[in-house]
């Protein structure tokens, strides 16, 4: 196995937990059953990771849910014998003659040449280890395996693809059965899934991986949430705009995204003289929107939001529905304003983010304070500006009051930033909203206001996200209400069903009548049975079915019946349009 960053050593005084290591131990019999069925299997790495653990194996054929069947019987079959496991300290020189076999393992030790190896041994199994493990293979909890993946070798698209096979690990068989369960629900909720049955948005291999393609209803859905983004930005005091789809490679080269950003960014594209690059980010090409007019104090701060569709090249193995997308649509704002009004911009952006946040139904979570790695890396030298914005950004959390955690390496290249972590109903975390500061793009670029002093002065920069990006956001939508959205949001508010030929007449004239008053109303005049078209309603997860048939349409009523079952017999129209469109207005429902 490759080597892991704990230190050697039993549990106790490795700084692994102990449920850590059952996972860990977990990888290593596995790895041992694997190779019991394929002894010539190629061993990758195999870690524990949060909920359990995973191995890589470059395996002679596809696995089957069969194989993973047997695998899991064999590993039960070891952990009955209550083997030991055994660390044992073993030069370089050894250790490739042991992995000869093994050209991951031998690459991974040619890789550790000044550090101290070791390897773990229980029953017939030898692997390249730090360790620590269990004190045998009897105390290792519950476990299920779940499935299997491809998985780069080193997580590099131009090496092999191995099969990683994941488990789940927990002290108890309780802890395992609800962590399945919550699995299950999740499997239930999957955007994917959803996205698909509620004719929402597909993707199609003749546009291209990572190219989301949005349906009627999901254009809908769309449009609700960037209007809905769109007018609270307003209230706010943002200006929209609207910059290009693609950029000449001089103005990356000058704000310093093609040095630190250039392997996301796809190929150039040449004209003549020009190189131009499909816009990966906004931030550039506002400033030089910025710097398109004189600016004087007096004008600060000047806050440019936009809805613009990005384009990131994502490896291929890494995309993932609509929350990992190659192209994708930011709700992206930068305020530029003084140094002095820092806090009072964050504050702002703040508010408006906690109020969209719980308007979406996310009341649970926490900042994370996104730092560079003081060891360097991807991130601009200016070791002065980047204390300045951390400075600031910690200023204006401190300042609202605001409980935040530091995280080293997160940033982005130019500046700290605060990311908003939400949990959805099932209690998983999302990063959805970013506040960040930003001392050095603006001076690259040379973005400059006159002060009161008539001189020209570099104001800061604060980048805002308020839901990130409106393709992973309604992924993250989609599984947050499980399909079933508030009616506000719904791209179909109502549909309304006829009993029989007779009734489509009435039923069109409800549905243009609610339509009218700005609600989204479908008519089903189907020569269906009653009972199927309320299934099919229900299957599409649509807030209300009004049903209508003789009675209803002498008395220009509907009887309605909602997605959890509840019943109104008898309703005048105009009555339930004054109910929708109040739910609508208000966002709720």
């Known amino acids: 196995m490759a080597m892991d960053t704990t230190l050697e050593g039993e549990v106790e005084s490795s700084g692994v937990s102990d449920l850590d290591a059952m996972r860990h131990s977990l990888a290593h019999i596995m790895a041992e059953a694997v190779l019991k069925i394929f002894p010539d299997a190629k061993l990758g790495i195999g870690p524990w990771i949060e909920n359990g653990f995973y191995y890589d194996f470059d395996l002679p054929r ?50 550790f040449a000044s550090q101290d190896l070791s390897i773990y041994q229980h029953g017939e199994f030898t692997d390249l280890c730090r360790g620590p493990h269990v004190k045998d293979t009897s105390m290792v909890g519950a476990f299920k395996l779940l499935s299997v993946a491809g998985a780069y070798w080193r997580g590099d698209e131009k090496r092999p693809m191995l099969q990683r096979i994941y488990g789940a690990a927990f002290n108890t068989q309780e802890e395992l059965d609800d ?23 597909t993707f199609s291999d003749q546009v291209g991986p990572g190219i989301p393609l ?3 209803r999901g254009e809908m859905l769309r449009h609700l949430m960037e209007s809905y983004v769109r007018e609270a930005q307003t209230r706010y005091g943002y200006e929209h705009v609207w910059t290009s789809n693609i950029v000449k490679k001089d103005l990356y080269l000058k704000s310093g995204h093609w040095e630190h950003y250039g392997d996301v960014m796809f190929p150039p594209m040449v004209d003549g003289d020009n190189t131009y690059l499909l816009k990966p980010m906004n931030c550039p090409s506002h400033m030089v929107l910025f710097n398109s007019q004189m600016h004087s104090y007096r004008d600060l701060p000047k806050r440019y939001a936009e809805f613009c569709t990005l384009y990131r090249y994502e490896r291929s193995g890494e995309l993932s529905g609509l929350t990992r997308v190659r192209s994708l649509t930011q709700d992206d704002c930068h305020i530029f304003c003084m140094p002095e009004q820092v806090e009072e911009e964050f504050g702002r952006a703040l508010d408006l983010i906690r109020e969209v946040l719980g308007t979406y139904g996310f009341t649970d979570y926490h900042v994370q304070l996104s730092l560079r790695d003081t ?33 080293e390496g997160e940033a982005a290249f130019y500046g700290p930033k605060a990311d908003f972590m939400a949990k959805d109903v099932l209690g998983r975390e999302w990063q959805l909203s970013t506040i960040q500061v930003d001392f050095i793009q ?25 839901t990130g990006t409106t393709e992973r956001f309604m992924g993250v939508l989609i599984e947050h209400f499980g399909g079933a959205f508030p009616v506000w949001l719904s791209p179909v508010q109502a549909v309304v069903l006829s009993i029989a030929d007779r009734h489509a007449p009435y039923a069109a004239e409800v549905a243009n009548q609610m339509n009218a008053a700005g609600l989204r109303v479908e008519a089903d005049t189907r ?63």
């Open 527 to 589: 020569n269906e049975r009653l009972q199927y078209k309320i299934r099919e309603a229900q299957v599409q997860k649509l807030p209300y079915m009004l049903i209508v048939g003789d009675n209803e349409a002498a008395a220009g009523t509907v009887s309605i019946r909602d997605r959890t079952g509840t019943k109104r017999d008898s309703v005048p129209v105009e009555t339930l349009i004054a109910e929708l469109v109040e739910l609508s207005r208000n966002r709720a429902g």
């Open 375 to 407: 060891q360097g890396g991807k991130y601009v030298d200016d070791a002065e500006k980047w204390l300045l914005a951390e400075h600031a950004l910690r200023r204006s959390l401190d300042a609202k009051g605001v409980q935040y955690t530091a995280v």
């Open 442 to 466: 603006p001076a690259r670029l040379g973005v400059e206001y006159i002060g009161e002093d008539s001189k020209p002065h570099t104001p800061v920069v604060l980048h805002r996200a308020v």
């Open 62 to 111: 596809t696995l089957t849910p069969d194989d993973l069947q047997e695998v899991e019987a064999l590993m039960r079959d070891r952990i009955k014998t209550a083997s030991p496991f055994e660390r044992v300290p073993i030069s370089h020189d050894d250790a490739l003659k042991l992995f000869d076999d093994q050209p991951y393992k031998k690459e991974l030790i040619e890789g």
């Open 179 to 201: 962590y399945l369960e919550r699995l299950e629900q999740a499997r239930q909720r999957d955007h994917r899934k959803l996205g698909k049955e509620l004719g929402l948005f």
């Open 214 to 216: 949005f349906l009627p």
